[in-house]
C-alpha cells in the first residue's frame, strides 16, 4: 500500500522537475533576448551567433529534460508511446525550430516565456500524437496552466490587462473552433487536439486577434498537402483506412508558430 501511494507522489514530483528544467532554459533564453539588443550594437555577427547558438542548446536542454515528464504523461492516460532517443531527437529538433522562430521574429516581449515552455510541450505532444494518434490529457491541462500563469505575470510586467483578457478570450475562441471542427468532422480532429488548442490560443491571443485567425488557418494550410496525399495514397492502395488518422497535433504546433513568426 505505501509503495502504490508513493508512486504518483513519485510521479508528480518528476513531472515538476521537468517543468523546472523547461522554465530554467526559457528564462535564461529570456534574459539573453532581452539583452541581445546591446550586445548587437557592438558586434552583430558575434552576437547574432551566440544569441542563436545559446538558444538552440537551451531549446534541446528544455526538450530532451522533459522526457520523464512525456513518459508520466503517456502512463498515466495509458498511452503507448515509448521515449525512444529517435522521438527525443525529432522532438529536439522542432523545439529548436520553434524557439528560433519565436525568439528572432514573434516579438513576443515579457511572454516570450510562456511561447518558449508551450512550445516544448506542445512539440512532444505532437510528437506523441503523430506516432499514437493521442496527445495525452494532463500533458495539454499542465501546457494550458502553465502557459496561462506565464501569460498573467507577462501582462502584471507589461502593465498590460487588456493583453491578458485578450489572451484568455483567444485561447477559449481557438479551443471552440477546434471543438466545432471535432463535432463537424466525428473524430477528423481529436479532444486532446481541442485541449491543446486551448494553451497555443492563449500565445496567439497575447500576440493579438490577426495572431488568433492565422493560428485557426496555418494549420489547414499545414495540413491540407498531408490530407491530400494520404487520401491519393489510400485510394492507389485501395486501403480502407479512415482520415482519423491523420494526425492533427503536428499540424495545430506548426500553425502556430508560422503564426506567431509572422504576425510578430
Known sequence: MLRSAARPQLSTIRVL?????????????????????????????VSGALAVGITLICAVM??????????VWCSDADIPFEVTSAATHIASIFTAVFWLLATEFANMGAALPAVLALSTIAVWCAVVDQATMRIPTSAAYTAATLTLLLIVVAGLFDSDASA?????????????????????????????DVRLSLSLGFVLGYQGWPSVVAGLIWPVIVLFPVVIGTIIHRRITRSTETAREIAAGPGLVAGCALALALNG
Open 62 to 71: 528544455a526538450s530532451r529534460g522533459l522526457r520523464t515528464a512525456v513518459t
Open 17 to 45: 522537475v521537468s517543468l523546472l528544467v523547461v522554465l530554467f532554459a526559457s528564462g535564461g533564453v529570456t534574459l539573453l533576448d532581452s539583452t541581445a539588443e546591446a550586445l548587437h550594437a557592438k558586434n552583430r555577427v
Open 164 to 192: 491578458i483578457l485578450r489572451a484568455v478570450a483567444g485561447g477559449f475562441a481557438t479551443a471552440l473552433m477546434y471543438l466545432l471542427v471535432a463535432g463537424a468532422t466525428r473524430g477528423g480532429v481529436g479532444l486532446g
